[in-house]
């Protein structure tokens, strides 16, 4: 269930300041020998906050506000991937408590969005750490033509109070 200033709160995922904050498990799979997530595990795990934050949740089941999306193929609209950029800031230890990644779009455009996303540890932890930030734009495409589809009035309406500032990277 999400959770908003002024809504329902649950574990699951949650709503404050116009970003949405969906917890992720690390599995052991996700480290390297470094011991440490690895840098192609971590866009796995932004991919699967990505699933959680806008795919329509199964009977049973509950998500945000911004869950508005019917996967797969058959439904004849795709999310494609057309660029990703993201900043490592610190290594992601193995642990046990979800990691929090916060979601905002920083641009809606005519058949793209520009996700943003900030990897942090659990908010319950003593001392918050800012792991990695990333950007995706994604662009929807009709399943048969390949073709870009124009962001839906449902789309735009759920989303659009969850835009912020995009990111701009330290680029060193």
Request: charged content about 20%; aromatic content about 8%.
């Amino acid at each position: 269930m999400p959770h908003a200033r002024t809504g329902p709160r649950t574990a699951s995922s949650r709503v404050t300041e116009q970003r949405l904050h969906i917890p992720i498990h690390l599995r052991w799979g996700d480290l390297d020998a470094f011991n440490h997530v690895n840098n192609t595990s971590m866009l796995k795990l932004l991919e699967e906050a990505r699933v959680r934050a806008f795919w329509r949740p199964g009977a049973g089941e509950e998500g945000p506000s911004t869950a508005i999306l019917d996967s797969g193929i058959d439904q004849g609209v795709l999310t494609l991937i057309a660029r990703q950029e993201i900043e490592y800031l610190a290594p992601v230890p193995y642990q046990r408590r979800p990691l929090e990644v916060q979601m905002w779009f920083g641009k809606l455009g005519g058949s793209s969005v520009e996700v943003c996303y900030e990897v942090h540890n659990d908010p319950a932890s003593p001392e918050r750490v800012l792991y990695a930030r990333s950007t995706a734009i994604i662009v929807l495409v009709d399943a048969a033509t390949g073709r870009p589809v124009r962001l839906s009035d449902e789309m735009r309406s759920a989303w659009q109070p969850f835009t912020g500032p995009s990111i701009v990277y330290s680029h060193r």
